[in-house]
Each structure stands twice: as structure tokens, then as C-alpha cells.
């Protein structure tokens, strides 16, 4: 008599029961990406599946998902949702996180793909599958977000495209193409440890919680639709180092180091997350050394804590983040400001209430190192001088960030290192980013730099606009000051706002 | 230390060798204590321009914008070559001062502090 099986059952079915032992094909040679870096399984039996679901109960629980967002999504355009964010600077925000987080939503979607397909356990490769799925709703999800803010507000027309050109963009495009270009084993502890488990929080947290409370509930949408997903990506995370660790002592100092590089990396990444916290929200949710530290030194602290039994600990110079956190999103804005001739997006300077708040936020350094600069900017935009650098920046050979951090322990110089390999020399703005390149000098000697690849001729010319129109943005629309965008222009107009003369100094220029 | 890699000696072609620059060479410029400028610079020229060209036309052009830079008297600049002493003599070349492709100078200038000490 035939019964039908329980959900226990069904999943043991469909993982370990399709594990079969190959009989005329070796498994290095079905497998051929599971030695080479270094990592010893045992037994991948023991892999503990941190959610056991089946496929059937993955589409029906997506599928739920969907129906509520999209109709959301419908709501929102019909009733032009856009017109109820706190203020148009607020879709700046909005432009950098769907122009350099989308496509990584992408990436992820085949780097999970490509590792599921690699690993030679079937539980692993279940669990990446689906991650891979959940990715590419990610981004379609965010692709409706983009295709509705795309009809009013500049900047996010061509984003595929941009991903692959624009010189900040190039900052998370080699993040994630340094990932997938790694092994399978590199990938998963950079993806699902150290960015989806250590770091995500501040990824997701703030910035949905910054859409809430900025009236943007397109975002806050496809935020929510994600959670459920990216709980699961985290568990998926924390299960994998786990495993590893367990499985071989010889796989601890392999991990070690995979942690202490996509930890950095993730810090420089999420530089471009706490500038939009400090800068970009018209009304903020907490700081980024607020968040820094709930997120970081007390969540990650006692994670690393728990996996000290391993023989696991912190990852290298988080020290520096701790000094860190005080500077680096003001450093960070001040680059897009001096080059935001050259962006997608526009930057502005802080109002007074703004300022206070940043002074009151950073009480140890904001007012003495980084008010007075923003004050005379303002003052200069105000008598129709606007600083714009006229100058392409140094930029770190491995985050790819304009050189702009400043030295641990001496907030006025800049930070400098730098590596000579094979006959060339290579810059680096951290002990952090210099360590990676000195570990991998072949991979990362190869690194596509925007500014130097303008100097070499390939990105259309040598001007401003020749550049811009090869990365596809509309010089004089995308780019500049907030204050003399067709953004603001449209906004007053849909708000039925006076333009007022004094408030967009830039207008003549 | 090598690439862990899956091909067996793995190598990678480097982009910015200084070949691939038609002529001229990059190197990068520091004015110190003057963090308005968000980060040091790139410059691309060709190794024979004279080091005097700098002085005169490119840097004026690059910091120009800064209330300092009336304050700047060469006679008296203080600069680094990769990180060592360095006393350019304005009438010979980059080359002929030892700046190579991606060399970093640094100048500070004496009293200069940035917009009102701050380092800015």
C-alpha cells in the first residue's frame, strides 16, 4: 500500500538519495573544482542541512512571495508611490543601490549556480541551487523597482551596461568577479560567510529601514520579499564554515585567511552603504558607526567568540574598522563630491540641521576634520564655484576605491602602501587591501582600473563627456550637483514647490 | 606567493604595464594636508616633459581651485619621492628626477593646513 511521504522524507529523497556512486566516470573528474584550493572533505554526508526543503515547498512558499510584491509593486505605480518619498536627494540613495547591487544580485544567481554545480556533496548542492533561484528573483524583483523610478528620475536607464564601465561601479563589480572567478570553497566562505553572515545586516537593515522611513515603499517591498530568503542565505552561511571546519584541521588556516580577505573587502564595499546612512537619506535611521557597532563588534564579536572552538578568530584588522567607522563615510562622500561630474547620481552638502546631526554623531571627529571642508564647499557652490576635481583620482589596486582613506591614527594623511610584482608597482589604501593583492599578485595585477584604463585610451576619450558617453550617462542630466538636476527641477514641479532662485546657486553655471 | 589556481602555473597579463600607455607614464601627486581634494591624483605625461611643466601648468590646473594655493612657493616645498627625501631640479626631465611609471610624489607646503587648519 502505497503512503505518502512526509516532508522529512521527501527531502531525504531528494538530496541524499541522489547521490549515487559513479561507476564509469571518476568523481575527481566529475568534480574537478574540489582539490585544487586546498580544502579536505571527509565525509559530505555530514553536511547538516540548515533547511530542509523540498523543492516542491519552495515554489509554493516563492510563489506566496511573489504574488504579495508584484501586487504591491502595482499598487505603488498606479498610485505614482514615488511622489510620496521624504525628498528627491532620497532617490540618489535609490540610484547607487540598484546600480551596484543589482547586478551582484545577478552575479550571485550564477556563482551560486556555478558552485552547486561544483560541489561534489548532494545537500550542498541542493542549498546552492536554490540560492542561486532566490538570486535571480533578487534582482527581478529590484529590475521592477529600477523599470518604475526609471519613468521619472535620471540615472538608472542602462544599469547592465554601466556595471561594466563606470568607475565606482567597478568597486562591487570586482568584488563579486573576484568571488566567482575563485574556487567553489573561496566562493561560498567570501558570499555565504563573510558578506551574507557577517556583513549583510548592514546591508539590508539600513537601507530598507532607510526606504521606511523615507516613504519608499517600492523598495521596502522587494527588502521584505527578500528577508525570508536572506535569513536562509545566512544560515546557509554559517553552516558552510562550519562544515569546513569540521571536516579537517588542515582546512582552519585555509578559512582563516578567506575570512580575514572578504571581511576587508566586504568593509571597503559597505563604505559605499554607510555613506548613503550618513549622506544620502533625507531623514536617517542611525549612523553608520551606530550601526557599525551593533552589527559588527557586538553581533560579529560574539559570533567570532563562538567560533574560536574551531581555532577561528576575528578577522585581521578589524582593529582598523573600530577607528575607522568614525571616518570613513565622510571620506567616502567627500570623493563622490569631488567627482560627481563623473557619476550617475548627484551629491549635495548637508544642510545645517543635516551638519548637526553629523556633529552630534561623530562627536570625536566630524567637527574638527570634515564640517570645515563641507562648509567651504557650500560657500563656494553658493557663489556659483562649485568644486568639481579636475583630476582623475589614485586609486587602490584592490578595492578599486579612490585613495581617500586616511592612515589609522593620523586623520589628515592619507594612507599609502604599495606591492612590486613583476616589474610593475601597484597602490593600495590599506594593509588590508595590500595583504590581498600580496597573497594573489597574478590575480589582482589584472584588475580592470577605470582611471587607467582612461589614460590608456580605452573608454571612449579623453574628456569628461567623451568618458561619460561611453558609460552610457547623459552628461548634464545624470551628473552634477543635486541642486541644478532635472531631478529637483521635476520634483518642484510635481510638488508644486517655487523654484527658488537661491536654492540652486549652480542653475547659471 | 602563488595563486592557488585550478591551471597548472597560473599568469596573468598585467594591464597597466607602461607599454599599454602610448608613451607617457603615470604617476600619482599628494598635496599633503589638503583633504579637500578627495584623494592623491593620476597624471599621465610623457617621461621627457619637464619637470618644470608640472610646477607651471599641471598642478595649478589640479589644486588650483584651494585658498592655500597662493601660499605655495616652490623655493620652500617640501617633497617625496616613494616615500625618500626628494630634491627636483625643476629644469631636467621626470625622468632624468627618477620619477617612473607609478612613482608617488608628496609635497607639503610650509604654514599650509587646509581650510581653517583643519587638514582639508
Given at each position: 500500500m502505497s503512503r505518502k511521504l512526509n516532508l522529512r522524507e521527501r527531502y531525504q529523497r531528494m538530496t541524499r538519495d541522489l547521490a549515487w556512486e559513479p561507476s564509469y566516470q571518476s568523481k575527481s573528474d566529475i568534480y574537478p573544482q574540489m582539490e585544487f584550493e586546498g580544502i579536505k572533505i571527509e565525509d559530505w554526508d555530514k553536511w547538516e542541512d540548515p533547511f530542509r526543503l523540498t523543492m516542491d515547498a519552495y515554489w509554493k512558499y516563492q510563489a506566496e512571495k511573489e504574488r504579495k510584491l508584484y501586487s504591491i509593486i502595482d499598487a505603488f505605480a498606479q498610485n505614482n508611490g514615488h511622489l510620496n518619498v521624504t525628498d528627491a536627494r532620497y532617490v540618489n540613495a535609490l540610484k547607487l543601490f540598484l546600480t551596484g547591487v543589482s547586478p551582484l544580485e545577478y552575479a550571485a544567481h550564477r556563482g551560486f549556480a556555478m558552485v552547486g554545480r561544483q560541489f561534489a556533496g548532494v545537500g550542498t548542492q541542493v542549498a546552492c541551487q536554490m540560492q542561486s533561484i532566490d538570486e535571480l528573483r533578487h534582482v527581478q524583483t529590484q529590475v521592477h523597482t529600477i523599470s518604475h523610478y526609471n519613468k521619472y528620475f535620471n540615472?538608472?536607464?542602462?544599469?547592465?551596461?554601466?556595471?561594466d564601465r563606470v568607475w565606482y561601479l567597478s568597486v562591487p563589480k570586482s568584488f563579486f568577479d573576484d568571488a566567482m572567478s575563485a574556487g567553489p570553497f573561496e566562493f561560498i566562505t567570501a558570499i555565504s560567510f563573510s558578506f551574507e553572515y557577517v556583513l549583510t545586516n548592514l546591508l539590508f537593515m539600513p537601507f530598507m529601514s532607510g526606504a521606511a522611513f523615507n516613504g519608499d515603499m517600492a523598495t521596502v517591498t522587494f527588502g521584505f520579499s527578500a528577508q525570508s530568503d536572506e535569513s536562509r542565505h545566512m544560515t546557509l552561511g554559517l553552516e558552510v564554515i562550519k562544515f569546513m571546519a569540521e571536516q579537517h584541521p588542515d582546512n582552519i588556516p585555509i578559512i582563516q585567511k578567506w575570512i580575514d580577505k572578504w571581511f576587508w573587502r566586504g568593509y571597503r564595499l559597505l563604505t559605499l552603504v554607510g555613506m548613503m546612512m550618513d549622506y544620502m537619506l533625507p531623514k536617517k535611521v542611525m549612523s553608520w558607526r551606530e550601526a557599525w557597532e551593533i552589527y559588527f563588534e557586538q553581533n560579529g564579536g560574539a559570533l567570532f567568540e563562538d567560533l574560536a572552538r574551531y581555532g577561528l578568530r576575528m578577522p585581521k584588522y578589524w582593529e582598523q574598522t573600530i577607528e575607522g567607522k568614525d571616518h570613513i563615510t565622510h571620506q567616502a562622500w567627500g570623493i563622490f563630491y569631488n567627482y560627481t561630474h563623473a557619476a550617475a547620481f548627484h551629491t549635495w552638502i548637508p544642510d545645517d540641521e543635516e551638519l548637526d546631526w553629523l556633529s552630534a554623531k561623530y562627536p570625536d571627529t566630524f567637527d574638527q576634520y570634515y564640517r570645515p571642508r563641507f562648509e567651504y564647499w557650500r560657500e563656494q557652490a553658493e557663489a556659483g564655484n562649485r568644486f568639481y576635481n579636475p583630476t582623475l583620482p589614485m586609486l587602490c589596486q584592490t578595492c578599486q576605491i579612490p585613495m581617500g582613506f586616511t592612515e589609522p591614527g593620523n586623520p589628515t594623511t592619507i594612507g599609502f602602501r604599495a606591492s612590486d610584482f613583476d616589474g610593475n608597482r601597484y597602490h593600495f589604501c590599506s594593509d588590508g587591501c595590500k595583504d590581498i593583492f600580496d597573497n594573489e599578485p597574478q590575480k589582482f595585477c589584472q584588475s580592470w582600473m577605470p582611471?587607467?584604463?582612461?589614460?590608456?585610451?580605452n573608454c571612449g576619450g579623453a574628456t569628461v563627456p567623451?568618458?561619460?558617453?561611453?558609460?552610457?550617462?547623459?552628461?548634464?542630466?545624470d551628473n552634477f550637483d543635486y541642486a541644478q538636476s532635472p531631478d529637483r527641477q521635476h520634483w518642484q514641479q510635481w510638488k508644486g514647490e517655487p523654484a527658488e532662485e537661491s536654492d540652486a546657486p549652480d542653475e547659471a553655471a | 606567493m602563488a595563486v592557488k589556481a585550478i591551471t597548472p602555473d597560473y599568469k596573468g597579463e598585467a594591464p597597466d604595464s607602461v607599454e599599454n600607455f602610448h608613451g607617457n607614464i603615470m604617476f600619482h601627486v599628494n598635496w599633503e594636508k589638503h583633504l579637500?581634494?578627495?584623494a592623491p591624483l593620476a597624471f599621465a605625461m610623457p617621461p621627457d616633459a619637464p619637470f618644470s611643466t608640472l610646477l607651471e601648468e599641471t598642478l595649478p590646473t589640479a589644486y588650483g581651485y584651494h585658498p592655500d594655493w597662493k601660499k605655495v612657493d616652490w623655493s620652500t616645498v617640501e617633497w617625496t619621492l616613494d616615500h625618500e627625501p626628494f630634491d627636483p631640479k625643476h629644469d631636467a626631465s621626470l625622468e632624468e628626477n627618477g620619477i617612473v611609471h607609478r612613482s608617488l610624489l608628496r609635497f607639503t607646503v610650509p604654514g599650509a593646513e587646509g581650510i581653517a587648519g583643519s587638514g582639508s
Open positions: 540615472g538608472f536607464h542602462d544599469f547592465r551596461h554601466m556595471h582611471v587607467h584604463q582612461i589614460y590608456q585610451g567623451d568618458v561619460l558617453n561611453w558609460y552610457h550617462l547623459n552628461f548634464g542630466v | 579637500m581634494f578627495c
